[in-house]
């Protein structure tokens, strides 16, 4: 009976939190896929299928957050609405209130380490083969009279657009041709073969800049191709992109202790819940919301700064102290008391 009275005092904070950052964070989302439509064409089909692969990254840091503030402000609010008090007189304690919690947390923790070590990897590898694979369809969306759009490696401006047909081409790249380019025409159109761009130039101008040498070449016709390559990533290949975490790569350090320390919020967070939770309405004031706010900061504010700076030693180091040093207030603050 308790600890479904529990559960539901849980379960009615923990629902509206999620429900409201999700939407905001799928707002904020949904504006960055945006961005995407300026150089790729999409219908509303395929900007699901991006959001889609983009939200497993999203949920993965509101789970953690919004757990432990439903879990702290659902106890709270039993304190301070005197019914926790009644389930003390009727022998219940602190430590089974803090029994109820394990199991949960302990979950809560493996869902967050599936998302972070296989399926947020997993969905940004089918983000970026998806819109590779929209990409070499040459279903591009370049704007006449807008600057920073791409065709391939290449920057790309243009006066007129009639489908894949375009006047008044101004383009430039430093990588396609191994050099910096920049090359003006008059009329260009963009074809497909098979996966590779290939823009064929009529009447302009082509400048290469290379080891401090400018070479200009007046041209009536000019080709240029570009091989888009595909990021390719299975299940199969989990091992081996985060092996690299341990061969001194530092981005991917950063990542793996990011990944690990942020999915074990909810076990090193653990004492924490009854410390915040458990007052005594008729002494103490209710600030639970700023003990909860206080603690998420704190506990991602050490996350970042340990990732970049000692993120194996971070990894073990952070949770146990993080644990120890919210069970001693436990036992001084709620288990001496109540």
């Known amino acids: ?6 559960f539901n005092s849980i379960a009615q904070i923990f629902f509206p939190f ?12 949904l504006i960055s896929i945006a961005g995407i439509t300026l150089v790729v064409k999409m219908n ?39 019914e926790l008090l009644v389930f003390f007189s009727l022998g219940v304690s602190p430590k089974k209130i803090l029994r109820f919690f394990i199991p949960i947390s302990f979950l809560i923790t493996f869902v967050l380490l599936a998302f972070s070590l296989a ?24 704007r006449p009279g ?22 008044g081409l101004v383009l430039f790249s430093g990588v396609d041709l191994g050099q910096e380019s920049f090359v003006v025409a008059q009329k260009g159109k963009v074809e497909n073969l ?31 191709q570009s ?20 061969n001194g790569k530092k981005s991917q350090a950063r990542r793996f202790a990011q990944a690990i320390l942020t999915s074990l919020f909810p076990l090193a967070s653990l004492f924490l819940i009854p410390l915040f939770g458990i ?26 700064i340990l990732s970049e700076n000692t993120p194996f030693l971070g990894i073990f180091l952070m949770p146990i102290a993080f644990l120890c040093f919210s069970y001693y207030f436990y036992r001084k603050k709620i288990l001496e008391v109540y």
Not at 18 to 29: G, H, P
Not at 119 to 141: G, H, M, Q, W
Not at 279 to 304: D, E, M, T
């Open 44 to 82: 509303f089909v395929d900007l699901m299928i991006v959001f889609l692969y983009l939200l497993p990254g999203t949920i993965f840091f509101i789970i953690p957050m919004t757990f432990f503030a439903s879990c702290v402000l659902g106890l709270s609010r039993l304190a301070y609405d005197y």
């Open 18 to 29: 999620f429900l409201v950052l999700f939407f905001i964070a799928s707002v904020v989302l």
């Open 119 to 142: 399926l947020i990897p997993l969905s940004k590898s089918a983000y970026s083969d998806f819109i590779a694979e929209k990409r070499t369809k040459i279903d591009v969306n370049v």
């Open 146 to 167: 807008e600057f920073g759009q791409k065709l391939g490696d290449w920057l790309v401006y243009i006066d007129g657009a009639d489908g894949n047909n375009y006047e």
């Open 1 to 6: 009976m308790f600890k479904r009275y529990l």
């Open 279 to 304: 007052a005594n309405p008729r002494f103490q004031k209710n600030l639970s919301y700023v003990y909860v706010l206080a603690s998420i900061v704190v506990y991602f504010g050490l996350v970042h």
């Open 227 to 246: 091989e888009l390559k595909k990021i390719n990533l299975s299940s199969y290949d989990l091992w081996d992109y985060w092996e690299s975490a341990f």
């Open 194 to 224: 098979e996966g590779v761009f290939k823009m064929s130039l009529e009447n302009g101008d082509a400048y290469f800049a290379k080891d401090q040498e400018i070479k200009k070449i007046n041209f009536k016709e000019m080709a240029i």
